[in-house]
């Protein structure tokens, strides 16, 4: 079974601090999708990045950054230079290889406080 | 595109009454999903359909909840009778499924969310 474990509950920074949101996961497939989304105070959710289990490469998009590590099966988000706009719900999910269905993290509630 | 499109974004029914929800997913995307958000059970998969066909409703909480899909560009999920139970935001995403060209699996885009309330 597929399972996605966002051990902090809650974060708060003070702005412009770096902010590491953490997830780790579990899946016995060799080929999955791993994805964070945003739920601002508002309520949508927003996609934020998709990666695939074969690419390992970390990825950045300006004050976010990415770090997979399937050794360790962690997918880890950091926000560089915090912002009260980053304040929000961060989601990381799983998806397998077929149907796209994605499987949720609980969540990390990120307060940042100008 | 307008994005995924949810109605109601509110919706405040009593015990008993049917509910409906709808959602018209993004125009080309072959797969659609709804998801319920609770404080106790956080994000979970309901059910989803790839080109209207439904393939997995192993999340239908029980026989109170339907989902149809009759056409690709609309899908509603009803509730009937409704309970206090089932008060939650629920969520309508759509997703292109494969990337062309290299099979890849795309990501679900989300509605703006029906936040449903039953007294």
Redesign the interface.
């Known amino acids: 079974a597929q399972k996605v474990t966002q051990a902090q509950t809650e974060i708060s920074v003070v702005e412009k601090e770096d902010v590491t949101l953490d997830c780790v996961y579990e899946t016995r497939d060799t080929t999955y999708y791993l994805f964070w989304y945003k739920q601002p105070p508002s309520g949508e959710l927003v996609f934020l990045i998709r990666r695939n289990s074969f690419d390992e490469q970390n990825e950045i998009s300006g004050r976010y950054s990415w770090n997979f590590q399937k050794s360790t099966s962690s997918f880890n988000f950091t926000i560089t230079a915090s912002q009260v706009v980053d304040s929000a719900v961060y989601f990381c999910a799983l998806s397998e290889a077929w149907g796209n269905k994605l499987v949720f993290g609980a969540g990390t509630i990120l307060r940042v406080k100008s | 595109d307008a994005g995924v499109i949810q109605s109601p974004r509110h919706e405040v029914t009593e015990m008993g009454q049917e509910v409906t929800l709808r959602c018209k997913p993004i125009s080309g995307h072959d797969?659609l999903?709804w998801?319920r958000q609770t404080m106790m059970r956080?994000?979970?998969?309901l059910i989803?359909f790839?080109n209207n066909v439904p393939?997995?409703d192993s999340g239908m909480p029980e026989d109170r909840f339907s989902a149809k899909m009759p056409n690709a560009s609309f899908s509603t999920l009803k509730i009937q009778p409704s309970e206090p139970r089932d008060s939650a935001?629920y969520?309508c995403?759509s997703?292109l499924?494969h990337q062309p060209g290299t099979g890849?699996?795309?990501?679900?885009?989300?509605?703006?969310?029906t936040?449903l309330t039953v007294v």
């Open positions: 797969y999903f998801y956080g994000l979970e998969l989803y790839n393939i997995d935001v969520f995403a997703s499924g890849l699996n795309t990501e679900a885009f989300f509605g703006q969310g936040r």
